[in-house]
């Protein structure tokens, strides 16, 4: 056991932190997370969100302090950016194995739920991407284990305050990350807890301290940014909650069974493992309160996430933890009793779904369908990585169905995804290269920008304009999410046309450099209206343009 502890931290380091700088920052998200906190450190402002060096009210600071006081540390790249997402994985990671194993008394089952939750896709895809979700739900993940420390502590004063402290602790931090959400999360997993085990007196003798705790976390932030930007509570609270909540125009609406049709994706390979995991949680139930309090912790708020308007496949991430743990136990629960059916026929399953991936590979490839042609790798090195990356996940899977230890079919099926994983770093899309990182053409032309080069963009991309060229005052063709930040007085000027824009590659070019960054096909269709480039580049057809008036 202590092998394959050093094995998975290992396993690890090589898997969430070692590909972080090997991919370029995606717009929007990873470019706006990373550019806020950089123009916090650059102006010294840590209190005020800005973007593009406007007001920027749709999260509180902590993402952004940590990722700040990641580029004091690194500097400005995308290891910096990122290793916050991968820390809170591996603590979150961390969590599930001390919980685990003190609650079910084995250190063989703290692993198997640690390595499940650390190999399901979503889990890994966010632990290696810049954006909030991982740091917020490793501050809940904290927040609703320690909870459940103090609650099984109750017999012990000392301990049990000192844990309810400590859950407050994270759920002030989880609040200065996400808003609000920080206490209904919690709230939406204790009280039907505290229910189900008849402890009613406990949901009001054991909230006030966690509740009061998080309160003075929260406080001081809280009270400077109203005093420095009096509006910022309004604007988070009515749109990044009620709006989002029940607006029936809300940011990312969906369907209230969004979540239950993603969710079969974001938990491969386990997936086809969950009727095996069901048939061992029902063999045996849900015989110990910290088994009830792992469904409530995955049950509720997956709940909670499924009524509100907005929805994201990253918002339901909290709920893993608990998915590990459940997922896990039912495996062991089931091997343990002698069956293997259920457990077999799911990796048969998983099987046959990497062979039509194989499969769909191949012909993408190949170009035997033209019209995917333009979705095939242009790389042939990347078509043969991935085709090399699905071969090994069969050959591990291949290899579970002659193993007879019940330990090492579980971790088998953990080990079958990593080369995948890994490898998908290298793997992005030649087409979502061209769409979603306009990095590395921004960089190879930073040469040709001087200070008094006025700089336009849209919104797509002016996160990562802002991200490369180290400015944070670029002119917008389009308001998008920066809309508030552009009405307040003195920056309304920041908002122009085409026409305008057009006026000024006519007139001002003479003198300054005119910078207009745009999607290709956008300037295709509005270039005729414009005067010739004395420079342009690109990154590709569906890519960006670089253009110098």
């Known amino acids: 056991m202590k092998r394959l502890i050093v094995l998975i931290s290992f396993i690890f380091l090589i898997l969430y932190v070692l590909p972080l700088d090997l991919r370029p920052l995606a717009i929007p998200d990873e470019v706006r997370y990373a550019e806020i906190p950089r123009e916090m450190v650059v102006s010294g402002d840590w209190i005020v969100p ?7 009210f749709e999260k509180p600071v902590m993402g952004y302090w940590l990722n700040g006081l990641a580029i004091k540390m690194f500097g400005e790249t995308s290891f910096s950016v990122r290793i916050t997402s991968a820390v809170s994985a591996g603590l979150s990671a961390l969590m599930v194995f001390f919980l685990t194993t003190r609650f079910l008394n084995s250190r063989k089952r703290g692993i198997l739920a640690t390595s499940v939750f650390l190999t399901f896709f979503l889990v890994y895809g966010l632990g290696v991407f810049n954006v909030l979700d991982g740091m917020f739900s490793f501050f809940l993940t904290a927040c609703i284990g320690f909870f459940f420390l103090a609650w099984s502590s109750r017999d012990r004063p000392g301990s049990h305050k000192g844990y309810m ?32 085990e008849r402890d009613y007196k406990k949901i009001f003798s054991m909230s006030w301290i966690p509740i009061l705790v998080a309160l003075i976390i929260a406080l001081p932030w809280s009270a400077l940014v109203n005093l420095k930007a009096p509006d910022y509570w309004h604007y988070f609270f009515w749109n990044e909650h009620v709006k989002r909540f029940f607006s029936d125009n809300a940011q990312h609406e969906a369907s209230f069974f969004y979540f239950f049709i993603v969710l079969p994706g974001a938990l491969l390979p386990w997936t086809f493992l969950a009727p095996a995991s069901f048939a061992g949680l029902k063999q045996k139930g849900l015989q110990t309160p910290f ?48 069956k293997t059916f259920w457990f077999d026929m799911g990796v048969k399953g998983l099987m046959g779904l990497v062979g039509i991936l194989v499969l769909a ?27 090399a990356a699905l071969i090994v996940f069969v050959l591990v899977l291949k ?47 930073l040469s040709k920008i001087d200070k008094n080069s006025l700089i336009f963009s849209p919104s797509s991309p002016i996160r990562a304009v802002n991200w490369y060229l180290k ?29 305008h824009l057009n006026k000024l590659a006519r007139e001002k070019s003479r003198t300054r450099k005119i910078i207009f960054i745009v999607y290709l096909r956008d300037w295709s269709r509005i270039k005729k209206n414009f005067p010739k480039p004395v420079y342009m580049d690109s990154s590709g057809n569906d890519g960006f343009a670089f253009i110098i008036f």
């Open 399 to 445: 290899k579970n169905l002659t193993v007879t230890d019940n330990t090492r079919k579980i971790l088998l099926v953990a080990a079958a995804p990593l080369f995948f994983y890994f490898s998908a770093n290298f793997l992005l899309p030649d087409q979502t290269l061209m769409r979603k990182c306009p990095g590395q053409l921004i960089e190879r032309n």
């Open 50 to 56: 800005r973007l593009n060096g406007l007001l920027y």
């Open 291 to 338: 088994l009830r309090y792992a469904f409530c912790w995955f049950f509720f708020p997956f709940l909670l996430f499924s009524i509100s308007s907005g929805k994201l496949m990253t918002y339901i991430l909290p709920v893993f933890p608990a998915l590990g743990i459940l997922l896990s136990t039912g495996l062991v629960d089931y091997l343990e009793a002698k």
């Open 361 to 387: 590979l191949v012909i993408l490839q190949s170009g035997m369908i033209a019209s995917l042609h333009p979705f095939a790798y242009a790389d042939q090195w990347k078509g043969g990585l991935f085709l």
């Open 471 to 499: 400015r944070d005052d670029v002119f917008m063709l389009n308001r998008g999410e920066l809309g508030y930040g552009l009405s307040q007085k003195g920056y309304e000027h920041r908002a122009v046309s085409y026409e």
């Open 165 to 196: 402290i400590i859950a407050g602790i994270f759920c002030g931090f989880a609040f200065l990350t996400k808003g609000f959400l920080a206490f209904a999360v919690p709230i939406s997993v204790i009280v039907p807890f505290l229910l189900w």
